[in-house]
């Protein structure tokens, strides 16, 4: 145990240290607008630096110094994670595998170094390694990964620094894997989010990362180890407890101050929150409040009230209506949204300040609709917009099927058979048939008139040819 005195001169210098760099910080920043508005300002924030980010979209919802350059202190153990645990995925490093801890993995290991005793000689299983570096928070372990992945600790802290170029990480240079303090060892709030953004897509990391307890086995050389991590938001029986979060690290040096990186999730919203040089308060009854976590949990909790995911256009609502001609029972049909428009808002934004303009296409090109329409046909599109900001459109779909009138379906039909070529020609040969038929009937009835008319002057002048002779007969002598 360290003397107790001891601890409070520390911790009375550090805060000293930590006091002059914060005020001036502090009533410049105060004075300045959070970078998105929420119904209640987060305000007199107790470090040099801090990030609050959703994790699934990366939308800053709190920021202060975030580019302000820190020291990495033992946040630089999620980087030695990144790279640990990508080895394993790539087949590099086994997690059963049983790993010696070597002379000069011990070379920067002093008295004030965070360390399990892990001494020359002693073997554990590679897993147990990390749970001693990330949980425990032993230096040497970190310094043993280093070897075990790269070979040595300087090829290790080239393939650190060479992923954080990766990863965008401008403002952060590692000389160490465990975080001890150097002067060149350095990082922001954001890049560090960065970084952690990256680990939590690990499953082992989150394991670690969330663990608060954890016991490794006894080795060749030491009795089991019983680890407590430095993170107390994980301490269900603690004071700093916070049941959302399910990751994080705490970092405590001189002359970085008390910081965090964490990660929580409630309601559907996932957060992480970076705290850099914070301090811790000593009370009278020689107890602690340690700032880096009532400030991590402040900021989760002032996240998860101020802000949520809101769906602000539904695909299963009805906006508006087309008109449609020659539809069957219809002349109009219902549109819906072929998408949805789900945003990270804050909570007191009501409703009624997101505008819907509908634009429908055949209104617009003056083209009418007509039926047949199908469900899910493309018709218009809708943009929902608040105080003159775009926050999305969708298209506008029919929501379901207008058929064709019968009657008109009919017409329709025999207007479009009609238009063929192929039928207008049959057509036409068909006319000139009727007519050349008309022609050979009309020319047969002339003919037959005629003939019929010859008959009836021969008949005619047969009869009056007869009526002649008779007369003539008549006038005969001898004729009685």
């Not at 360290?2 to 910080?25: E, G, H, S």
């Not at 920043?29 to 929420?38: C, F, G, N, R, T």
């Not at 897509?201 to 680890?227: I, M, Q, W």
């Not at 005619?460 to 003539?472: D, M, Q």
Request: hydrophobic share 40%; with cysteine; charged share 20%.
């Amino acid at each position: 145990m360290p003397d107790r005195t001891a601890l409070r001169r520390y911790v009375m210098v550090l805060k000293k240290k930590i006091a002059i760099f914060l005020v001036p910080v502090i009533l410049i920043s105060l004075a300045l607008p959070a970078p998105v508005k929420a119904a209640a300002p987060f305000t007199d924030l107790v470090a040099q630096a801090a990030l609050l980010v959703e994790a699934d979209t990366g939308t800053v919802l709190y920021e202060r110094n975030k580019n302000v350059r820190h020291p990495a202190d033992s946040l630089a153990k999620v980087m030695t994670m990144i790279l640990a645990l990508s080895a394993v995925d790539n087949g590099e490093a086994s997690l059963g595998e049983i790993i010696e801890m070597t002379e000069s993995a011990l070379f920067d290991i002093t008295s004030s170094s965070s360390t399990q005793k892990i001494t020359v000689g002693e073997q554990m299983a590679f897993i147990d390694l990390l749970y001693c570096a990330f949980v425990g928070s032993a230096n040497e372990a970190c310094n043993l990964i280093a070897e075990y992945i790269a070979g040595s600790v300087e090829a290790f802290v080239a393939l650190m620094n060479d992923h954080a170029g990766e990863l965008g990480c401008e403002r952060t240079h590692f000389t160490n894997p465990h975080g001890q303090y150097d002067d060149n060892q350095y990082t922001t709030a954001f890049d560090q989010y960065m970084i952690y953004s990256e680990a939590i897509g690990y499953p082992l990391f989150e394991e670690l990362s969330g663990t608060f307890r954890h016991t490794v086995e006894s080795t060749n050389k030491a009795d089991a180890r019983r680890l407590n991590a430095t993170n107390s938001l994980l301490n269900s029986g603690g004071k700093y407890y916070y049941r959302p979060c399910t990751s994080g690290l705490a970092s405590i040096t001189y002359e970085g101050g008390h910081s965090f990186a964490g990660f929580a999730e409630s309601d559907g919203l996932s957060l992480i929150v970076i705290v850099l040089g914070s301090d811790v308060v000593m009370f009278e009854d020689d107890s602690a409040e340690m700032r880096n976590l009532t400030e991590a949990r402040r900021l989760f909790e002032w996240g998860f009230s101020g802000f949520g995911w809101r769906t602000i256009l539904s695909p299963a609502e009805l906006v508006g209506r087309a008109a449609v001609e020659h539809g069957a029972g219809a002349d109009y049909v219902n549109l819906r949204p072929d998408g949805e428009i789900r945003m990270l808002l804050d909570n007191d934004i009501p409703d009624k300040e997101f505008i819907r303009t509908i634009t429908i296409y055949s209104e617009v090109s003056g083209e009418t609709l007509t039926a047949p329409v199908q469900a899910g046909e493309v018709l218009g599109e809708l943009t929902v917009t608040r105080k003159g900001e775009d926050y999305g459109t969708v298209l506008l779909v029919a929501n379901t099927s207008i058929e064709l009138h019968r009657l008109v379906f009919m017409r329709m039909q025999i207007a479009e058979a009609l238009a063929g070529s192929t039928v207008r020609i049959v057509i036409w040969i068909l006319v000139l048939l009727v007519a050349g038929y008309a022609a050979l009937v009309i020319r047969y009835n002339v003919i037959r008139i005629r003939r019929v008319r010859r008959i009836n002057e021969t008949k005619r002048r047969l009869i009056e040819e007869r009526y002649s002779v008779n007369e003539t007969d008549t006038k005969k002598p001898g004729y009685r």
